[in-house]
């Protein structure tokens, strides 16, 4: 039964580990596609250094998302993920300063799944690999 539980366990860090990755990989590659959109909304929310910011955001969610996916260091990628989450839901879904109430109900609402995002985030730094805990 132990033995048991223990491979449900390690597949769910394992999926969970890769659905992570996804979310920060396919959103990069948009930024990618969409980079001067994505480039205009940044200056819209008032995002410093939007050309040198906006090519460190798409590296760093493609390459840790990618390092998430196959993992590869993930705590330290997690970790990374983690804070760029934070730093972008501040910049990018400050509801704060939204006046529109259907508008500030909308980024309340991405403000807030970023944080559910962030907490996976921290819980995958925090946790041992598979590897690790199957001993």
């Given at each position: 039964?132990?033995?048991?539980?223990?491979?449900?366990?390690?597949?769910?860090?394992?999926?969970?580990?890769?659905l992570l990755g996804l979310y920060f990989i396919i959103p990069g590659i948009s930024k990618i596609t969409g980079f001067a959109a994505t480039g205009e909304a940044m200056v819209a929310q008032g995002v410093p250094l939007v050309p040198v910011?906006?090519?460190?955001?798409?590296?760093?969610?493609?390459?840790?998302?990618?390092?998430?996916?196959?993992g590869f260091k993930?705590?330290?990628?997690?970790?990374?993920l983690a804070g760029l989450t934070l730093i972008?839901?501040?910049?990018?879904?400050?509801?704060?300063?939204?006046?529109d109430a259907g508008a500030r109900a909308h980024e309340t609402q991405n403000f807030v799944k970023n944080l559910a995002i962030m907490a996976g985030?921290?819980?995958?730094?925090?946790?041992?690999?598979?590897?690790k805990t199957s001993r």
């Open positions: 039964m132990d033995q048991v539980l223990t491979l449900t366990q390690r597949g769910c860090l394992w999926v969970g580990r890769g910011l906006l090519v460190v955001t798409i590296a760093i969610q493609i390459g840790c998302g990618a390092s998430l996916l196959v993930t705590q330290f990628m997690a970790f990374v972008i839901s501040l910049y990018m879904h400050d509801f704060w300063n939204v006046e985030l921290m819980y995958a730094a925090g946790v041992s690999s598979p590897a």
